[in-house]
Structures are given as C-alpha cells and as structure tokens.
C-alpha cells in the first residue's frame, strides 16, 4: 500500500510542461520520488515537509535536515543541517530562513541572500523580506535588491501582499498603497481600503479612496473597472475577479472586463489562470472569455494547476479540463481522492496499485 505525502500549497502561472517530482509514501513508511517513469527511493522514513518543483525537489528529513533531489543525473544533495528552519516555495523557487539569515538554492547548492531577516514571502519571480538591522522591506528581483520602504522598530507601517512576479505594500500610517512590478515601485493611490486589495501575477485590484473607484494595474497600466466597492475580489493570474456592488459577478482578463454572471454566486474561486464559481448548484468555469459548466452539480473534489482543472465526478472517475478540452486520467472509478503536480495526478487505485496518471500516460507501481 501507499500513500500520498502531503506537502506545501504553491502556486504556478501556467499549464506545466515540465514533469514536477512526485512524492510517495509506502504502507512500511519508506519515501520515494517518482520522475520520468521511475520511482526513486529516498529514505527510509517519510519527510517532515516537503515541496515539490520543475524539476527538482526539496525536502526535510526526519531529522530536519534540508536536502534536494535533481531527477537530471539522479543527484541528492544536503542544503542545511538545521533543524529550525522556516521553509517557503512556489513550483519554480524556494527559499529558507535559517536563525535570521534567508537562503535559495542555485544549481543545486544553496546560497545566501540576506541576512538579519524578520521574515520573508516567495513568489516565481520575487522575494521581499523585512531587514532588522537596516529596518526596510526589501524585494529581490532578478539578483537585485531594491528597498521598498523604511520599517521603524516595533511599527506595522509597512504591510504587504506579494503574488508570482507582483508586490503590493501598503503605508499604514501614510495611508498609501505602492506596486513593485519588473523592478519598479509605482505609487497606486494615496488613500485605499486594504481590505479590497487582491494580488496576482502581472495585476493588482484596489480600491482608490481619492478617486472613488474600483481599479486594476495590470501589466504596468492602470484601468478603471468600477465606480462602486466590490463585495469581494480575488486575484490570480493575470485575472481578477470580483462581485460588484450591483450582486454581478465580474472577470477582468487578460486585459478585457467581463460580466460573468447577472447575479452574485453562491460561491467563487481564483487559482492560476481560471476563475471557478458555484450557481444553480453547478460547478462553473471561466476562462478565455467564456464559462463553461464542469458538471451539473458540485463536485466531491477538485484542484487547480495552471489552466488544468482536475476532479472527480459523480462516479468518482478522475477527469480534467484543460483549453477547453476534456479528459479523463486513468481507468478507475471509485477514487477515493487525489493530489494534483503539475500535469500529473496521483492516486490510489482501489484495485490497489498507485497511479500516476497524465493526460497521455499512466504509470503504477
């Protein structure tokens, strides 16, 4: 028997090519890796935390020690021996805060960013974190550090939100609301509501007090998209998504505003690149301009990698959508659950084996 290792929640922007290493546990508690077809043994006990990458994965022992896996080459290598390390990632970085000094890792070895670390966030593409000593925010962008602002000691003046490649940092005593984007800081407004602030990859929603209005900077270019406070808004990729004062359900992306739904849903969700509702008791989709209903009720399960979309229907069959087309993973029904990694899913298969099913292959051990 085996089962599945639960790790760390991560974002990605897109549809993943790239094979993520797959984590798996057996029934006598040993740790395997599977890559390109091959199940790799690691350890003999199951990791404490683990975070699975593009082609790379990174782990805590038992012990707590930090370590990596290259499926290129089949290499291990050990990134820190501590145990009290605070670690964070996304599919394409990671990062850990050993005491306060905050490390990556490059070509498989790990490095050293910065030190007297507060704390930290990870996106794809950027870092911030808070220097004690220097009290400032400071973003890490492409090897470059830029301060965002001065920190006074003991002071929650700065504040931030931090999507794949987008900061948001607001003043609290100021009362100003700043955007960090390819390496420029952008002041937004001079007064916001910070609760109606949502920030995704290439795109922020605010609300701007001065002018009154709902507004999107995206891609570097400030839009108006309503003259009312929504009710609530979610940003993912390149797309925000919002309930506006009038109840309608409202989708900006990719640069065009979109009026989802007359009406408010019961429920909705942003994760990536697709925007994902509840009406009727229907289980909706929207993307590229058009919704799309999954199924005619809501499904037991479902996660969301990039544009993929996968779940499990009424006869808990494991299907997926992706650019519109629907698949199925695997052959089994009665699935009692599943994990998403990249283009792959992982399961059990009740006839016993585990499956690793894509959209063109499945693979069992």
């Known amino acids: 028997?085996?089962?599945?290792?639960?790790?760390?929640?991560?974002?990605?922007?897109l549809f993943l090519r790239a094979q993520v290493p797959l984590p798996v546990i057996t029934s006598e508690d040993r740790f395997f890796i599977f890559h390109d077809g091959r199940f790799e043994q690691m350890e003999p006990r199951p990791p404490k935390k683990a975070l699975a990458m593009n082609g790379q994965f990174v782990y805590q022992d038992q012990q707590g020690q930090l370590k990596i896996f290259l499926p290129e080459g089949r290499r291990l290598h050990l990134l820190d021996r501590r145990s009290d390390i605070v670690l964070k990632g996304t599919r394409k970085r990671v990062a850990w805060m050993a005491m306060d000094t905050l490390k990556t890792v490059r070509e498989g070895r790990a490095v050293i960013l910065a030190e007297n670390v507060q704390r930290f966030t990870v996106g794809d593409s950027i870092m911030v974190l808070l220097d004690s000593a220097r009290h400032e925010m400071i973003a890490l962008w492409k090897r470059t550090a830029t301060t965002l602002a001065t920190v006074q000691p003991g002071s929650e003046s700065a504040q931030w939100a931090q999507g794949s490649n987008t900061v948001v940092f607001f003043n609290k005593e100021a009362g100003s609301l700043f955007a960090y984007y390819h390496g420029s800081v952008k002041l937004l407004c001079d007064s916001t509501d910070v609760g109606i602030v949502a920030t995704g990859g290439d795109i922020v929603g605010y609300w701007h007090g001065g002018k009154r209005n709902f507004r999107a900077y995206y891609k570097g270019a400030d839009v108006e998209l309503a003259d009312l406070r929504p009710a609530r808004v979610l940003a993912g990729e390149g797309l925000l998504a919002f309930v506006d004062a009038?109840?309608?359900?409202?989708?900006?992306?990719?640069?065009?505003?979109?009026?989802?739904?007359?009406?408010?849903?019961?429920?909705?969700?942003v994760k990536d690149s697709l925007l994902l509702f509840l009406h009727d008791g229907r289980l909706n989709l929207f993307q590229?301009?058009?919704?799309?209903?999954?199924?005619?009720?809501?499904?037991?399960?479902?996660?969301?990698?990039?544009?993929?979309?996968?779940?499990?229907?009424?006869?808990?069959?494991?299907?997926?959508?992706?650019?519109g087309e629907r698949f199925r993973f695997g052959k089994e029904a009665n699935i009692n659950g599943f994990e998403l990694f990249g283009d792959a899913v992982i399961y059990r298969s009740p006839l016993g084996p585990m499956v690793v099913a894509t959209k063109r292959r499945i693979d069992e051990y």
């Not at 301009?289 to 996660?303: H, L």
């Open 288 to 323: 590229h301009g058009s919704a799309t209903v999954v199924e005619p009720y809501v499904p037991e399960q479902w996660q969301v990698e990039g544009g993929l979309l996968a779940y499990l229907d009424i006869n808990r069959e494991l299907r997926g959508i992706v650019n």
């Open 246 to 269: 009038n109840g309608r359900l409202k989708c900006f992306e990719q640069g065009v505003l979109h009026t989802v739904l007359d009406e408010a849903p019961t429920d909705f969700w």
């Open 1 to 13: 028997m085996i089962r599945l290792l639960v790790i760390l929640v991560c974002g990605v922007p």
